[in-house]
């Protein structure tokens, strides 16, 4: 989901050139990386303002692994900027400040992601971290369901709006095709993430009466929205 709320472009600019000195260190596996990303001088998030809607980013030591506490992710700030081919930053809140986000109806409460608008920021709630880091962290593969087929597919919806779309729909339809690719740089394989994509597909036909500004009736094999029509791999 996006908003129009907007950043300093000075803070946009400080965040992408810590991103560049992550990113410099090279693709290796996340475990490889975490102890030499953690003495790299990158960024970091504190806790949102009492004053203000803004979140506010400050330059501390970046941070790679597991957690439940809000951080950028390098790791998973790479993986987003593999899948947009642009630089961005992934930043998982901690549950308290995702709820007070929610207090203060800034975000839905049942929202799991945010972008704000114009920005290369992905925000997530901590539970789709969480998943994330089973995969990422942990090399567990969590259960194929409609949970987790749902969390997955907000960080590649999000990352859509990083790219610079900003219609819901599209950004739906999109995420639903590329999910394999977000398993696949997390280190759990295409397969995986197709067979979770599936179960989104099925919920997808219903997503027009719950929540229309995601819905398009040119999502589907062929249609306008259609990333790969030349082949049979739908979504």
Same mark, same amino acid.
């Given at each position: ?13 400080l ?9 410099a ?17 990158? !960024?970091? =998030? ?6 203000? *809607?803004?979140? &506010?980013?400050?330059?501390? @030591? +970046?941070?790679?692994?597991?957690s439940t ?52 920021v992905?925000?997530?709630? !901590?539970? =789709? ?6 995969? *990422?962290?942990? &090399?567990?593969?969590?259960? @194929? +369901?409609?949970g987790?087929?749902y ?26 095709q ?11 394989g ?8 599936a179960?989104?597909?099925f919920?997808y ?6 929540t ?24």
């Open positions: 989901m996006t908003s129009t709320i907007s950043f300093p472009a000075s803070r946009i600019a965040l992408l050139t810590a991103l560049v000195i992550a990113l260190a090279g693709a290796s596996s996340p475990r490889a990386q975490a102890a030499s990303e953690r003495a790299t001088a990158s !960024v970091c =998030v504190s806790t949102p303002s009492t004053t203000s *809607a803004a979140m &506010r980013y400050r330059s501390c @030591v +970046n941070y790679t692994g597991p506490a809000t951080h950028a992710d390098a790791f998973y700030s790479r993986v987003a900027t593999r899948l947009i081919g642009r630089s961005a930053i992934v930043v998982c809140w901690s549950q308290a400040a995702w709820n007070w986000f929610v207090a203060r109806k800034i975000i839905g409460a049942n929202q799991a992601g945010f972008v704000w608008g114009g920005q290369q992905i925000n997530l709630r !901590v539970d =789709v971290c969480q998943t994330m880091d089973e995969i *990422a962290y942990y &090399r567990r593969l969590p259960a @194929v +369901n409609t987790t087929a969390l997955i597919n907000t960080f590649t919806h999000e990352a859509m709006h990083a790219h610079g779309q900003t219609d819901e729909a599209v950004a739906e339809c999109w995420s639903m590329l999910n394999f690719r977000t398993t696949e740089y997390l280190g759990a295409r397969q995986y993430g197709q067979d979770l994509t179960w989104r597909w919920e036909r219903d997503l027009g009466a719950r229309p500004a995601y819905w398009s009736a040119d999502c589907f094999d062929g249609g306008r929205l259609d990333m790969y029509p030349n082949t049979s791999l739908w979504p």
